[in-house]
């Protein structure tokens, strides 16, 4: 008796499951030092993460029972309805927390709320004891399965567009801050994320065995990359993240540090302030320290200390810039007053502006 080709794809199924289910371990309970002392900060939307990796656990009745059609449905059903969803919160849940851009909750809440209930229903149907009940196949190859896919698909493509958008912004519009966007891992994942669409599309228009099995090692694969690459965070992390170790290392232990500080302020607010390096757009940290003449550290420790961070210290300097040039050029634009004052564009200028007045 020859092996059942079926029981090839439950072990491809179980290598996805077992693939993400230790990413989600990995995710959740290892962050390198010392980054894990502000894991909100340097590893964003860790949760959605986890809960998105555990999602796989829906494909169990596939592995066990790879020649039921309600499994094979159910397989089908999260590859094209709850994927392209679940693409989304991770991008949104990563990239919008750096951006502090929370909107994308309730929308993501309607729309899948619904796909959710669908995909319980069907899971409850291909684990249900006795005979398999036929309509599920009846509503999975209907609208059940190709309407929540397509919006899925809409709203997945729309994540992508905005998620370049902001890498596009910050790789151009750099204004000194501190969220550090990262630009390169953005392209990476919704590079991803499309290609992941792609395959979707592919294994459930095909309604291939075959097909699905070779898709499901490929996310598997995507997962440990996408592990891999999430090790360590990809964020310089604004001035008040640094460790304090450093900072304490880099000013003397003696007496005489509180003078040394008060040198190093000084020296600060001559480059920044009475040169005005603040109003240079792609202004750095590391700008600072190296016309100082002091450590990265040094600097940092001092910023932080007297004016609680780098962020709040250069854009505090620029918003005022920004009314006094509009008082001295009534004529003038906002966006013009903006990019008078080192704000790369309007944009960034507003965004700057309420965030430090919810910080106050």
């Given at each position: 008796?020859?092996?059942?080709?079926n029981?090839?794809?439950?072990?491809?199924?179980?290598?996805?499951?077992?693939?993400?289910?230790?990413?989600?371990?990995?995710?959740?309970?290892?962050?390198?030092?010392?980054?894990?002392?502000?894991?909100?900060?340097?590893?964003p939307?860790?949760?959605f993460?986890?809960?998105?990796?555990?999602?796989?656990?829906?494909?169990?009745?596939?592995?066990?029972?790879?020649?039921?059609?309600?499994?094979?449905?159910?397989?089908?059903?999260f590859?094209?309805?709850?994927?392209?969803?679940?693409?989304?919160?991770?991008?949104?849940?990563y990239?919008g927390?750096?951006?502090e851009w929370?909107k994308?909750r309730?929308p993501?809440?309607?729309?899948?709320?619904?796909?959710?209930?669908?995909?319980?229903a069907?899971?409850?149907?291909?684990?249900?004891?006795?005979?398999?009940i036929?309509?599920?196949?009846?509503?999975?190859?209907?609208?059940?399965?190709?309407?929540?896919?397509?919006?899925?698909?809409?709203?997945?493509?729309?994540?992508?567009?905005?998620v370049?958008?902001?890498?596009?912004?910050?790789?151009?519009?750099?204004?000194?801050?501190?969220n550090?966007?990262?630009?390169?891992?953005?392209?990476?994942?919704?590079?991803?994320a499309?290609i992941?669409?792609?395959?979707?599309?592919?294994?459930?228009?095909?309604?291939?065995?075959?097909?699905?099995?070779?898709?499901?090692?490929?996310?598997?694969?995507?997962?440990?990359?996408?592990?891999i690459?999430?090790?360590?965070?990809?964020?310089?992390?604004?001035?008040?993240?640094e460790?304090?170790?450093?900072?304490?290392?880099?000013?003397?232990?003696?007496g005489?540090?509180?003078?040394?500080?008060?040198?190093?302020?000084?020296?600060?607010?001559?480059?920044?302030?009475?040169?005005?390096?603040?109003?240079?757009?792609?202004?750095?940290?590391?700008d600072?320290?190296?016309?100082?003449?002091?450590?990265?550290?040094s600097?940092?420790?001092?910023?932080?200390?007297?004016?609680?961070?780098?962020?709040?210290?250069?854009?505090?300097?620029?918003?005022?810039?920004?009314?006094?040039?509009?008082?001295?050029?009534p004529?003038?634009?906002?966006?013009?007053?903006a990019e008078?004052?080192?704000?790369?564009?309007?944009?960034?200028?507003?965004m700057?502006?309420?965030?430090?007045?919810?910080?106050?």
């Amino acid at each position: 008796m020859g092996f059942d080709e079926n029981y090839y794809y439950a072990l491809a199924a179980a290598i996805l499951i077992t693939a993400t289910l230790a990413g989600a371990a990995i995710r959740w309970f290892h962050m390198c030092r010392p980054y894990d002392r502000n894991a909100q900060y340097y590893f964003p939307g860790r949760p959605f993460i986890v809960i998105g990796f555990l999602s796989t656990l829906v494909l169990l009745p596939y592995v066990f029972h790879p020649r039921d059609a309600d499994a094979w449905y159910v397989t089908r059903f999260f590859f094209l309805g709850i994927i392209p969803l679940l693409l989304t919160v991770l991008l949104f849940s990563y990239f919008g927390n750096i951006m502090e851009w929370r909107k994308w909750r309730s929308p993501m809440h309607v729309i899948g709320s619904p796909v959710a209930l669908i995909l319980f229903a069907a899971l409850a149907l291909a684990i249900w004891p006795g005979e398999q009940i036929g309509l599920i196949n009846l509503a999975l190859t209907g609208c059940l399965l190709y309407i929540p896919g397509a919006v899925g698909t809409a709203v997945c493509l729309a994540s992508v567009i905005v998620v370049l958008a902001w890498a596009r912004s910050f790789n151009e519009d750099d204004y000194s801050n501190p969220n550090d966007f990262p630009v390169a891992i953005a392209k990476r994942w919704t590079l991803r994320a499309f290609i992941n669409l792609l395959l979707c599309w592919t294994t459930v228009l095909l309604n291939d065995r075959r097909v699905m099995a070779a898709a499901m090692l490929l996310f598997a694969f995507f997962a440990v990359a996408t592990i891999i690459s999430a090790l360590n965070p990809h964020r310089d992390g604004p001035i008040e993240e640094e460790d304090p170790s450093e900072a304490d290392e880099a000013l003397p232990k003696s007496g005489v540090s509180k003078k040394v500080n008060s040198e190093i302020l000084s020296s600060i607010r001559i480059v920044v302030e009475e040169q005005e390096a603040y109003m240079e757009s792609h202004l750095t940290i590391q700008d600072v320290a190296d016309r100082c003449g002091y450590s990265r550290s040094s600097v940092a420790s001092t910023i932080k200390s007297e004016y609680g961070g780098f962020f709040d210290y250069i854009n505090g300097l620029r918003i005022k810039n920004v009314a006094a040039y509009q008082n001295q050029h009534p004529e003038a634009t906002v966006q013009e007053a903006a990019e008078a004052s080192g704000f790369a564009s309007r944009q960034a200028y507003y965004m700057v502006k309420a965030r430090l007045e919810k910080q106050d």
